[in-house]
């Protein structure tokens, strides 16, 4: 049975980081593509970022004035699935999602087949 948890969410600070791990069973999470998510409310869920089956990183996520704040990395040998967050602004404040529909590759929609229950994010001072 496929299922994947989040953790590492909680209340930072403006400027401050955080680093969500995602836990998955049932599968070998570097067999597939998995990805996170995130809906801030009252918005629409989109992707972040995306870890191919060969190591590839995507990502989706507009940052249009703050590059480079996110990184997805994988850990083969404990099944998970991380991502590390930096300079966080408020809004960044959302519930993080991983989700994976057991494929290959990555694509920038946010359909998948299978979501853990998400962790909350909340950046405010």
């Known amino acids: 049975q496929v299922q994947l948890e989040e953790f590492g969410g909680g209340l930072v600070q403006p400027g401050g980081s955080l680093k969500l791990s995602c836990v998955a069973s049932?599968?070998?999470?570097?067999?597939?593509?998995i990805g996170w998510f995130r809906q801030a409310p009252g918005e629409e869920r989109e992707g972040i970022a995306c870890?191919?089956?060969?190591?590839?990183?995507?990502?989706?996520i507009r940052e249009d004035s703050r590059p480079g704040r996110f990184t997805i990395s994988r850990d083969k040998d404990n099944n998970r699935l991380y991502l590390d967050m930096t300079n966080l602004i408020p809004e960044d404040t959302a519930d993080y999602y991983c989700?994976?529909?057991?494929?290959?590759?990555?694509?920038?929609?946010?359909?998948?087949?299978?979501w853990g229950q998400g962790t909350q994010v909340t950046v405010s001072s």
């Open positions: 989700a994976t529909s057991l494929g290959f590759y990555c694509d920038s929609g946010v359909r998948r087949d299978y």
């Open positions: 049932g599968f070998t999470l570097s067999d597939y593509s």
């Open positions: 870890i191919t089956r060969r190591g590839e990183r995507k990502y989706y």
